[in-house]
């Protein structure tokens, strides 16, 4: 038996149009309205508030710290893969798009007229400059509450006589001496050290190096160190040689640097991507990567700084002794340093230099380091700690 059919068609039924359909609103899931401006608000005040507690658990707690750090090293290294692939700096990917990307949204926003839009512009970035500093605290920080490099390596820091720093200087200077003539020059004798590339491969290998009698060093290996594409000039009118940028896990170098720093400075931003957050252990972590290399680039560049900090300490407490070591200079050593010089002179007076000096002071104290830059110096400190104890 057929089943009975109906004759005649169905009357249509009209769907009832679902008013937030009419005006596009799709709820917060989808991709209509957007978040509140007050809800980036309290986003950013989120993250803010567990930085603070981030920042204040490792310093009250060493083992919290160390967890933290063991983390933020592991995070730093995966990440350093990834932006390693490229032979720019991301970091000044990263700076351009900072640069444009607000001044495109403002320009939209200036030509929809739509000021709420305006409001919650703001109001994001805002939340993102709170999401970038919990992260530079969360990958970088948190290394500023390590346990120092000299306890980690049994140094006894200390007051120094000025004839124990001459006689520092005094070693600096030989040692500085004997490399000068081993290091490659052009034409005018002005020191010509090649491929920037293969100086970073080779800072790498020297913290391999060391790694084998220094123990707190033998830690993974991070992304090779870049140089500056787009600016370098730029970051000598800032003061500035070279930057560990944790949001991208790279350090960078100033192409705009003089050849006889390069070495020291690769090896210093090294150990900013090793986790050292210090300057002054940076700087002596170089000097320590750089002074016994088999690579008279490395180890020159080593004695260099160093006789250039520490005759610097020594300048301001002995003239007289500092002139005379001045004085046992070899002809190239001197040259050298008038090239540095010359080369830091067009930035001296410049009022970006000093605002440069200024930010980067502000930035380093930030960290808890109270000199701020001067800090650098205190790499004095440990060299002669390093140089007493192995004259014993």
Same mark, same amino acid.
């Given at each position: 038996m057929s089943a009975p059919r109906l004759k005649g068609r169905l009357p249509l039924v009209r769907r009832r149009q679902d008013p937030r359909r009419a005006t596009g609103y799709r709820g917060y899931r989808g991709s209509g309205r957007p978040l509140d401006w007050w809800v980036w608000l309290v986003l950013g005040a989120v993250l803010l508030a567990a930085m603070w507690a981030l920042w204040q658990a490792c310093g009250a707690f060493p083992?919290?710290?160390?967890?933290?750090?063991?983390? %933020?090293? #592991? $995070?730093?290294?995966? *990440?350093?893969?990834?932006?390693?692939?490229? +032979?720019?700096?991301?970091?000044?990917l990263m700076v351009a798009g900072l640069v444009i990307g607000p001044v495109w949204g403002l320009v939209y926003v200036l030509?929809?007229?739509?000021?709420?839009?305006?409001?919650?512009?703001?109001?994001?970035?805002?939340?993102?400059?709170?999401? %970038?500093? #919990? $992260?530079?605290?969360? *990958?970088?920080?948190?290394?500023?509450?390590? +346990?120092?490099?000299?306890?980690?390596?049994?140094?006894?820091?200390?007051?120094?006589?000025v004839a124990q720093l001459e006689a520092f200087v005094?070693?600096?200077?030989?040692?500085?001496?004997?490399?000068?003539?081993?290091?490659?020059r052009d034409g005018e004798g002005t020191c010509d050290f090649g491929s920037f590339r293969q100086m970073a491969k080779q800072g790498r290998r020297e913290y391999s190096r060391i790694k084998e009698d220094y123990a707190v060093f033998d830690r993974p290996q991070a992304g090779l160190v870049k140089r500056s594409f787009l600016g370098g000039r730029i970051m000598s009118y800032i003061d500035l040689a070279g930057y560990y940028c944790p949001w991208a896990a790279e350090s960078t170098v100033s192409s705009d640097v003089v050849d006889t720093h390069i070495p020291f400075n690769i090896a210093h931003e090294t150990a900013h991507a090793l986790g050292i957050g210090p300057e002054a252990e940076c700087n002596f972590a170089a000097w320590l990567a750089c002074k016994d290399s088999q690579d008279p680039r490395f180890a020159y560049s080593g004695w260099l700084l160093a006789y250039i900090y520490a005759?610097?300490?020594?300048?301001?407490?002995?003239?007289?002794?500092?002139?005379?070591?001045?004085?046992?200079?070899?002809?190239?050593?001197?040259?050298?340093?008038?090239?540095?010089?010359?080369?830091?002179?067009?930035?001296?007076?410049?009022?970006?230099?000093?605002?440069?000096?200024?930010?980067?002071?502000?930035?380093?104290?930030?960290?808890?380091?109270?000199?701020?830059?001067?800090?650098?110096?205190?790499?004095?400190?440990?060299m002669l700690a390093y140089f007493s104890a192995e004259a014993e």
């Open positions: 083992g919290v710290s160390a967890f933290f750090r063991r983390i %933020a090293q #592991f $995070l730093s290294n995966c *990440l350093a893969f990834f932006t390693g692939l490229l +032979p720019i700096p991301v970091a000044e030509r929809k007229g739509d000021w709420s839009a305006l409001l919650r512009g703001a109001c994001r970035l805002v939340c993102v400059g709170c999401a %970038a500093a #919990f $992260l530079f605290v969360f *990958l970088y920080g948190v290394h500023h509450t390590a +346990p120092t490099l000299a306890s980690q390596m049994g140094l006894e820091v200390g007051q120094y006589s005094s070693h600096a200077v030989e040692q500085a001496n004997g490399l000068a003539t081993q290091v490659p005759g610097n300490a020594l300048y301001a407490s002995d003239y007289e002794a500092w002139a005379k070591q001045y004085d046992s200079l070899c002809p190239e050593t001197v040259h050298d340093i008038a090239v540095l010089n010359e080369s830091l002179k067009p930035f001296e007076d410049s009022k970006v230099n000093e605002l440069g000096s200024k930010a980067n002071d502000a930035l380093i104290k930030a960290t808890g380091q109270s000199e701020g830059i001067r800090s650098y110096g205190r790499v004095v400190d440990l």
